[in-house]
């Protein structure tokens, strides 16, 4: 086991180092004038010259990637004071660090991520599970219904109809807010609840007829017909070996879905009016703020690699012979 997580730590550091290179080619050494995007409008050209003077534009553009590589892991300085590793460069619209803009913001993207998730593979899988084991019933169809209506909504056309009824025409619960967990965890919940379950609706009903096709097949197996012919109980069959089975292709969609997770939160945190990180790449992108974009665009790339090696090491778990390949 800990050869495969080396193999995947290693990967994944590769994968990030090509990233960044992907991202600094694209952005910095692309057409646009870094600096005057830099100083902004109204700007003289001798205000321009210095900006170029003093972040290095003038080097050769491998001298630039290397400042830029280097300083994610051992720090840089700029003209309004040092900035520590990992350093991600200055904010030209705020003249804030960007990596401490990004964790500012991150708290409240984690926890709609992770909340979401948690959402949708306890209700999901569970549904799928109860539809598998009642297969034929009135349960079943419902489930099975149940989730090709909710798999044709979308975070942007749910949401609108969610803050109409609970929030401005009944008042039911107060508008989405972002509580520290740490602070208050009841809060936290409370404020996050309903872009929490909006996400997850669409991944709920995707995750419902997963778990119910899946678990249908593997009591459908040979191993666990057997054991059913031996006279082993019902449902010591169905956990002891059909459930685990059917988690394998379970958490390998897991592993490819938590981009679009993560990619959601983009519209969830703009139909809720809420300050994470996928609304900070939004605003990023309108002040034509290089330095924000490229920051967010990296931390996004090494979450998702972070919670994709997590979700190699269940499947390795779930599955001893992944470890081999």
Same mark, same amino acid.
């Given at each position: 086991?800990?050869?495969?997580?080396?193999?995947?730590?290693?990967?994944?550091?590769?994968?990030?180092?090509?990233?960044?290179?992907?991202?600094?080619?694209?952005?910095?050494?692309?057409?646009?004038?870094?600096?005057?995007?830099?100083?902004?409008?109204?700007?003289?050209?001798?205000?321009?010259?210095?900006?170029?003077?003093?972040?290095?534009?003038?080097? &050769?553009?491998?001298?630039? +990637?290397? /400042?830029?590589?280097? *300083?994610?892991?051992? @720090?840089?300085?700029? $003209?309004?004071?040092?900035?520590?590793?990992?350093?991600?460069?200055?904010?030209?619209?705020?003249?804030?660090?960007?990596?401490?803009?990004?964790?500012?913001?991150?708290?409240?993207?984690?926890?709609?991520?992770?909340?979401?998730?948690?959402?949708?593979?306890?209700?999901?899988?569970?549904?799928?599970?109860?539809?598998?084991?009642?297969?034929?019933?009135?349960?079943?169809?419902?489930?099975?219904?149940?989730?090709?209506?909710?798999?044709?909504?979308?975070?942007?056309?749910?949401?609108?109809?969610?803050?109409?009824?609970?929030?401005?025409?009944?008042?039911?619960?107060?508008? &989405?807010?972002?509580?520290? +967990?740490? /602070?208050?965890?009841? *809060?936290?919940?409370? @404020?996050?609840?309903? $872009?929490?379950?909006?996400?997850?609706?669409?991944?709920?009903?995707?995750?419902?007829?997963?778990?119910?096709?899946?678990?249908?097949?593997?009591?459908?197996?040979?191993?666990?017909?057997?054991?059913?012919?031996?006279?082993?109980?019902?449902?010591?069959?169905?956990?002891?070996?059909?459930?685990?089975?059917?988690?394998?292709?379970?958490?390998?969609?897991?592993?490819?879905?938590?981009?679009?997770?993560?990619?959601?939160?983009?519209?969830?945190?703009?139909?809720?009016?809420?300050?994470?990180?996928?609304?900070?790449?939004?605003?990023?992108?309108?002040?034509?703020?290089?330095?924000?974009?490229?920051?967010?665009?990296?931390?996004?790339?090494?979450?998702?690699?972070?919670?994709?090696?997590?979700?190699?090491?269940?499947?390795?778990?779930?599955?001893?012979?992944?470890?081999?390949?």
């Amino acid at each position: 086991m800990l050869q495969f997580i080396i193999r995947r730590l290693a990967g994944a550091v590769v994968t990030l180092f090509l990233i960044g290179a992907v991202t600094f080619f694209l952005f910095v050494a692309g057409p646009s004038d870094y600096a005057s995007l830099a100083c902004g409008k109204d700007c003289s050209p001798e205000r321009v010259d210095a900006i170029r003077q003093a972040l290095g534009l003038n080097e &050769p553009v491998t001298q630039q +990637f290397w /400042e830029f590589m280097s *300083g994610i892991v051992l @720090g840089r300085d700029f $003209p309004d004071g040092h900035c520590a590793a990992p350093c991600l460069g200055q904010s030209f619209y705020s003249g804030d660090m960007v990596w401490d803009t990004i964790m500012d913001r991150f708290p409240l993207t984690i926890s709609l991520t992770v909340g979401a998730m948690v959402v949708f593979l306890t209700i999901g899988i569970g549904a799928g599970m109860i539809a598998a084991y009642r297969r034929g019933s009135m349960i079943d169809k419902v489930a099975t219904g149940a989730s090709m209506v909710l798999s044709s909504f979308q975070i942007y056309f749910l949401g609108p109809i969610v803050l109409l009824i609970f929030v401005y025409s009944t008042g039911w619960v107060e508008a &989405p807010k972002y509580v520290p +967990f740490t /602070e208050n965890p009841f *809060g936290w919940l409370a @404020g996050l609840w309903i $872009p929490m379950v909006v996400m997850a609706t669409i991944f709920t009903a995707q995750y419902t007829r997963m778990a119910r096709a899946s678990l249908v097949e593997q009591l459908a197996e040979e191993h666990v017909r057997t054991a059913r012919a031996k006279g082993m109980p019902k449902n010591y069959v169905f956990f002891r070996y059909a459930w685990r089975g059917s988690l394998i292709p379970i958490v390998t969609v897991l592993g490819i879905d938590l981009s679009s997770l993560l990619g959601g939160g983009v519209v969830t945190e703009l139909t809720f009016s809420l300050q994470g990180i996928g609304r900070l790449a939004v605003e990023g992108a309108v002040n034509k703020d290089l330095p924000l974009t490229m920051g967010v665009m990296l931390v996004g790339a090494f979450f998702i690699l972070l919670l994709n090696i997590l979700v190699d090491i269940v499947y390795a778990w779930i599955d001893p012979r992944v470890r081999l390949s």
